[in-house]
């Protein structure tokens, strides 16, 4: 390996033994980052123990509660759930929010919320209908961002 530096190894894991070699990779060549794709229904109890990935991908369903979800996106630079659906309340949400806007390093994180749950969330946090960008309720402050066209 002299002369030449690994940056990011990707895994598309299929199988149990596939994830024993993504294990076993991992400890081989500890200073890479490290993408997998997981496209088999891995037990939660070895998707809540692997180690830290630039990426994952879940290409499955799987039954996962907030705790678990909320440890797995503080632990994955970015992680993506296809088809897992993960139900949180308000105060998750905003364990969830604080958890990202701490954050020092750089990340993607995209959240879906029901429009109603949201809208709940923000009352309880003092906000209402005729709340404008830039007022600020508690820990919070709205921001009204630029269009994408």
């Keep these: 390996t002299d002369g030449f530096k690994i940056g990011v190894l990707w895994y598309h894991v299929n199988s149990e033994s596939e994830?024993?070699?993504l294990m076993k990779s991992i400890e081989h060549f500890p200073?890479?980052?490290n993408t997998v794709i997981l496209k088999y229904l891995i037990p939660t109890s070895k998707l809540l123990?692997?180690?830290p990935m630039e990426e994952m991908h879940v290409l499955f369903r799987i039954p996962i509660d907030s705790n678990q979800f909320i440890y797995l996106i503080s632990l994955h630079k970015l992680i993506h759930f296809y088809y897992a659906t993960v139900t949180v309340n308000g105060v998750e949400l905003k364990q969830?929010?604080?958890?990202?806007l701490s954050e020092s390093r750089e990340r993607t994180v995209r959240v879906i919320v029901d429009?109603?749950?949201?809208?709940n969330w923000l009352r309880s946090e003092g906000f209402n209908e005729s709340s404008k960008a830039g007022e600020s309720s508690r820990e919070f402050e709205l921001v009204k961002l630029p269009d994408e066209n």
């Design 19 to 21: 994830l024993e070699n």
């Design 31 to 33: 200073r890479c980052k």
């Design 49 to 51: 123990s692997l180690p």
């Design 96 to 100: 969830i929010i604080k958890m990202i």
């Design 115 to 119: 429009a109603s749950m949201l809208f």
